[in-house]
């Protein structure tokens, strides 16, 4: 089901599922937000869901599950070794991917340190169409170094490119030959590319890389977290898969790829991760760790209820109106935000609505933090979290310098089928209230620092008394909610 005319000349996009179970929620006065966040050291991670009104901080663990999935953890066949579940996860993953073994994990992080640990030695480079945080960090940790040989439309926020995640082939290639196959660990493709804005890349480019990985013996590995979106995208957008089911499309990804691994917290609708792979060598090798960091062969750290749920979710992402609904609302929000003269990360993308915090408080230097600044701010003015994507979510180089991030985008994840129109139209109209009044927002510095995923529990603290005139303007504006 796609975007719905209306006879009003309206076009807004349709659930095609509807809540059977439904959680209460609660809008916090200004005043108790600006405390909250102050509580919270300025990051919206710490902040306690009691304070939160929409959560948008991550559609990780948290994307709304179907009766099916639910009825299917009622099933579970709870046993250490042997357990029926895990068989159907594994003949679900067989059957999707065409891959011959699969590996459970607790969830996708894990699946990055045994692939790192078994792939990446001292020295060794990986070629990504863009990192993620913590595979950056497991590829750092085992002495690796990754490089993004991206296309240079990639970090272009207002653009029209369809597949800002593709990789560039001249760059790779380049990369290659510059260091030589052998100093190569892997090359990796991120579906829906997470950080710079939920970017897809076509399958043409995914082929092409392949080629390239085959010609100099190099193992091609997908992080399939994001790939529900970045099946809806090939779909929509590349012509070679206009005609193809959803089921072909990954079959025709899964063929290209030597190893695929996914946080089941995204792509599944559950809990969980697992890496499936026709590469028994490498199977075996890390096969070794996974009863070492995870747990047995037969669960890898999951309940066997999530397993349930994976198995059914799997199935579930392979129909076109259960991967839609994500995409569509995050490209209604990127359009009415435009409309409104925010900026915003165009083209829409996947896992949520990305907002360019270096044009919206550009007055904010990088030094200050203007992602974090922003997300805090849009915490105080609608009791809605989002996550900071830029220069907190990087690490320090090795002589303690700060990395200045390509973008500094506040995330306003959509977590699949769980928020409402009126939600997101409620966000909008907070955003826009925002942009009017961003002059009053200001920077922030680190109290507290941790040396890796700083992000993540880090505590900062405003520059000025900004959160206070912003919590009085509001006041003045729109009253104390
Ligand atoms: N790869 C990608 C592309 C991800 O987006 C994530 C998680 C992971 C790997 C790690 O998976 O969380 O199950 O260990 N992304 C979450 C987010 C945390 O909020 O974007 P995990």
Redesign the pocket.
């Known amino acids: 089901m796609g975007n719905i005319n209306f006879y009003s000349g309206e076009s807004i996009p349709l659930e095609m599922h509807k809540p059977k179970i439904v959680q209460k929620l609660k809008l916090v006065p200004v005043q108790r937000r600006l405390e909250a966040i102050r509580e919270a050291g300025f990051n919206t991670f710490l902040l306690k869901n009691s304070d939160v009104f929409i959560d948008m ?4 663990g948290v994307n709304a599950m179907s009766d099916k999935q639910q009825a299917a953890m009622m099933v579970a066949d709870d046993s250490y070794a042997g357990s029926h579940t895990f068989t159907k996860l594994d003949d679900t993953c067989a059957e999707i991917f065409g891959t011959s073994y699969f590996l459970p994990t607790h ?4 699946c ?1 340190n045994i692939i790192s640990q078994v792939l990446v030695r001292p020295g060794t480079i990986v070629p990504t169409n863009y990192h ?1 945080t ?2 950056l960090a497991h590829i750092t940790l085992n002495g690796g170094k990754v490089v993004e040989p991206h296309i240079d439309e990639a970090l272009n926020t207002s653009s029209k490119h369809p597949f800002k995640g593709n990789m560039d082939l001249d760059k790779l290639q380049a990369l290659i030959d510059e260091h030589g196959a052998d100093k190569i660990a892997f090359v990796r493709m ?1 579906a ?1 590319t ?1 950080l710079i804005g939920g970017q897809p890349f076509s399958l043409e480019n995914l082929a092409d890389v392949k080629k390239i990985c085959d010609r100099n013996s190099l193992l091609l590995v997908l ?1 399939a ?2 790939l529900a979106d970045n099946l809806y995208f090939m779909k929509e957008r590349e012509e070679q898969c206009k005609d193809l089911s959803i089921r072909e499309i990954t079959r025709k990804i899964s063929d290209l790829s030597d190893i695929i691994y996914f ?4 792509l599944g609708c559950a809990r969980g ?1 697992g890496i499936c792979t026709s590469n028994e060598e490498v199977y075996l090798k890390m096969r070794e760790l996974i009863p070492l960091y995870e747990g047995f062969l037969t669960y890898g750290g999951m309940s066997v209820r999530e397993m349930e749920a994976i198995a059914v979710g799997l199935e579930e992402t392979m129909d076109m109106d259960m991967i839609n609904q994500g995409p569509q609302f995050i490209a209604y929000m990127v359009d009415e935000l435009e409309k409104r003269g925010v900026p915003v990360v165009t083209p829409a993308g996947g ?1 949520g609505c990305h907002i360019n915090a270096m044009a919206f408080v550009d007055h904010i230097p990088q030094e200050e933090y203007p992602a974090g600044a922003l997300a805090a701010a849009f915490f105080i003015a609608s009791g809605a979290r989002g ?1 900071e994507r830029g220069t907190i979510s990087e690490q320090r180089d090795e002589h303690g310098n700060e990395t200045l991030a390509d973008l500094e985008l506040l995330r306003l ?1 959509v977590p699949r089928r769980v928020y409402t129109l009126s939600h997101l139209k409620y966000a909008i109209d907070r955003i826009t209230w925002l942009y009017e009044n961003r002059k009053l927002i200001g920077g922030l510095k680190f109290v507290e620092e941790p040396s890796t995923l700083r992000f993540f529990f880090g505590r900062l603290d405003a520059l000025s008394d900004w959160p206070e005139q912003l919590a009085k303007k509001f006041e003045e504006d729109l009253g104390n909610l």
């Open positions: 901080l991550t559609d990780s969830q996708g992080r894990a990055e993620f913590t595979t991120e829906g997470n992080d977290s994001l946080s089941a917290r995204k991760g896992l996550m994840a």
